[in-house]
């Protein structure tokens, strides 16, 4: 058993954890915990692992992760530049296409609005043009002498003519703009709001290796489980009112909002399991 190992498992007893107990706190496995204690790193399933696991195990015993790992800097494996820079980096390329999508439908916008009205104004014209085209014109008699009683009962009055009612445009509202808002950040919860939308679709993308845990208001589980590397799990909740999103390892897991991914409110590099609280304010 490695130095380190023993000050973590000293500080887990003398809070009466068990490693079960530890399990259900933090949500790594068992095994990987017991390889911290005995400093066995090479059952992990990564180097970048190693240093995220020890930093959620010395938090959940009360002991500070960053000074642990200062501590015994020389005992822990450390991950590669290479290795950090694909974790930390990798992004979706259907993040990009949907923002330029959403920037060419803003471009065109006015000019769609600017068409409408013009054949709105076409329409109204056309029509006038036809009431007027089929309004009977009254024969002018050649002299008032030639004019006959009949033709004079027969010739409409300014009361028979009906005032033509104003025809009033249509009003062409804009559509709705989904908006993704970031409120307060309480610990390792960050408070998010959605509106502009009907729709909540929740999309998870796993880079690697992670623990994720998705609870709406009522307290109904929607996962609560490890995600492998490279999958991708969606879930439809426009019917919720709020939902949890606990993530064990954030670097891992990219977070995805009806398509647009959602940055964590605290940088991975400073906290690895974060908490998301997203209310949705239905339009």
Known sequence: MSELGTRLKEARMS???????????????????????????????????????????????????????????????????????????????????????SKNLNEFFPMIIVALFIIIGIVIFWYIFQNLAETPQSEEPETEEKMSLEEKNNTPSKDDIAEEEPIEEPIVEPEPVQMIEVGTIEGETTNYSLSGTDTFSLTLVALGR??????????????????????????????????????GAAPQINVLINDEKVEYGIPTTERVTQNMMIQFLKQ
């Not at 079960?20 to 992990?44: C, F, H, P, V």
């Open 15 to 101: 809070k009466g954890y068990s490693l079960d107990d530890l399990q259900e706190i933090t949500k790594i496995q068992k095994r990987y915990l017991a390889g911290i204690e005995e400093g066995n790193y090479s059952m992990m399933p990564g180097q970048f692992y190693v240093r995220a696991f020890i930093k959620q195990y010395a938090d959940a015993v009360g002991l500070n992760s960053d000074e642990l790992l200062e501590s015994y800097k020389n005992d822990v494996p450390s991950s590669t530049s290479e290795e950090m820079h694909q974790k930390m980096t990798s992004v979706p390329s259907r993040r990009r296409v949907i923002t330029k999508s």
């Open 210 to 247: 992670s623990w994720v845990e998705v609870k709406d208001q009522s307290g109904v589980v929607s996962l609560a489980r490890e995600l492998a590397t490279g999958e991708t799990v969606t879930f439809d909740l426009s019917d919720t009112e709020s939902v949890r999103v606990r993530v």
